[in-house]
């Protein structure tokens, strides 16, 4: 098998080993590589830089695309489907937009369209949640789907770093990007848990449908008073389905102590879901990083070698995307006098603008 | 596809009505049922009590084999395999001693043998990790792999009920057999471990090869003074690789709070492995029970009807299997004086001679 490689920054990178070893085991190559001139030093002859030279060259077979952004991913995905080249990609944003185009344009292509990477990093949860949606009715999904947050939240939590000094901290390990407010304020988590719940619940849902809010606020002293209370804050994304009627939130979350959740420390993700027929099920790993990445990318690709990667997903189900939370569900609210209190009764509009809050798992 | 199956106890009660559900989508059905007599009521003109009715039915593409025990199982599944049946089993015990025969003789016939049921009931875990052993090295697994001892460990530690209470309570529930040696000694762990450690590490490895020590020493006194140093008594199946040196052992643990592992309660499972490029992986679920057990076996008839069922399982390295704990683990022992020690330089045969011990994980 032919490779294209669109992108070589540290995930790029990454692949580029894995399928370097990949090729004692396995007929495959990566022939060209798309990224910026200043890159000729290391890649030679293999770098292009112009897009149409992979996409438009018969002898590849397929391609991974890892560069990041919405535009230029789109048309790169788009056309090397049409082109019958599979496409492998970690590209969430692409995703949770597009998926039900790009797997029908994949099967009219008849190649394939592989997304494990785009969620979760490391952690094998598309197929294992595509597997079991044939013989399960999944009903909601929980996730702590972002390792940069995650990580912020665990160094304030267990270590009394301020917001500054954790964040500063997830930035210097490699953990945070340099421009992080898609991950604080729980823009990367809705397009996480969208194509999850997409998938699960067989149903197109726009990311705008999806209710956030960050964690920008959490300071020491609000981990602390949730802590004596026998909870650890998680920054979780819930999506609960009931009929047709969705209800997807990504907020900042009590999780009791001894729930599944609250052991899920530092750059760690995890996703928890639950069926018809399964009780609930729960998937941990490493949420980003370039290896485990990687290695969710270049399992795509065996799985395309092995001509296991056909995904059946058919839009069933007209989904009514609701982003109200459900009146059931209790809050942790402080008021802009710094009074703490539990509610029930409290609408949106008042949690916003509270100075903090955060939603309390039973 | 036309099925048979072998068993209609609660397991195969579970496969014979989801089979039904899924024959809404596929074309599939259940052709004939084995069992004793006593079912004709139930089962009509599909029973039959002689295991060749099925195997040499030439119309029956595939069969699930849930009917517990060695002799007959191993008969069923060896010549169907034979036969060019595939095979679908949960029984952990045929599939511990016979992994690599059943494997061949399916490749020689060209069927397929799907085992997902053995191991973690409906946790997905054998074809995630044989997904990534592709691109991965898996160094350790560590499980907790038996629902019944979960369940008799968790109501003892959380809810203060005595060990003779909590295994009433447990076979109330159905969640112990009437006779819960195989469970208590650790045995259906062995199986388990065995299963997972044969596909990570491609060796084959005997189930007198693994230690094991059961936790029908545990007291609610234990429990208490584990709890009191931070800790939680889980009953752990380790496995660790170092080149072909492979030493696995079965035997209670002591988890600190906040490990993964430690959130792990009642019937649930959870198997944690760590490999060269995942770093941490770790699936949850429910370990036991009709319709989780259920699901696992009919998600791989769904993997053989839509042609993705193929494992290339080889053994490749001639592990050398070691009962000896490796030298730097942590031992607490409570000797025949009831003194409690925290113990690294000690021996296999003073831990068996002492009244109690659990390994402590760091």
Redesign the interface.
Known sequence: MVLGLFGYGTIGRGVYT?VE??SK?YDVKIKKVFDLPIKKEILGDKLVTDIDDIINDNDIDAVVEVLGGHDLPYQVISNCLKKGKSVITANKEVVSMHLEEFINTAHENKCSFCFEASVGG???II??LI??I???EVNNIFGILNGTTNYILTKMGDEGLSFDEALALAKKNGFAEANPTADLEGLDIVRKINILSSLAYKGNICNDDIYHYGITGVTKEILDDIKSRGYVLKFVASSVKNGNDVTIRVEPTMVPN???L????NE?N?ILFTGS??????????GAGS??T??AI??DL??II?K?A?IDYKNENQLEVNKKHVNSNTYYVIDNDNKVSLRMDIEDEELLASKFYARVLM
Chains 1, 2 share one sequence.
């Open positions: 894995l070893n990949l085991k490391g952690i094998p197929r294992p597997d079991n044939k013989v399960n001894g729930h599944p609250s052991a899920v420390k760690f995890a027929t399964n009780d609930m099920l729960q998937f941990y790993g490493k290896i485990p990687a290695t270049v399992s065996v799985s092995e296991r056909y």
